[in-house]
């Protein structure tokens, strides 16, 4: 049995990453919505990919650079996304990898 001051020690918090972790993304993957908290405690809807046990979070951003880029090349089958900033000010890039 562990304690609650082991328990306390190791804890890692529960969090989604985001699509702009994974090196390659498959276009094929289930889209799924999930909901929290902001920093005023209003809930939020997102959407998010299950890759590996783990949740990434997909900003509309991509989805809407991601859909352009379909309608130009209906074939794509994986792309990465680059992240630059943080909060408002954050940028995302979706790249094409096929």
């Not at 998010?48 to 090349?73: C, F, T």
């Amino acid at each position: 049995m562990t304690s609650i001051k082991e328990s306390a020690k190791g804890y890692i918090p529960k969090a989604t990453k985001n699509i702009s972790e994974l090196q390659s993304v498959s276009i094929d993957l289930a889209l799924f919505e999930g909901k929290g908290l902001d920093k005023d405690g209003k809930e939020y809807t997102y959407n998010y990919v299950e890759v590996a046990g783990e949740n990434y979070r997909i900003p509309d951003k991509v989805l809407a650079d991601l859909k352009a880029i379909l309608e130009k090349k209906p074939t794509l089958k994986s792309f990465s996304v680059t992240k630059k900033g943080t909060g408002l000010n954050t940028q995302y890039t979706v790249i094409p990898m096929d």
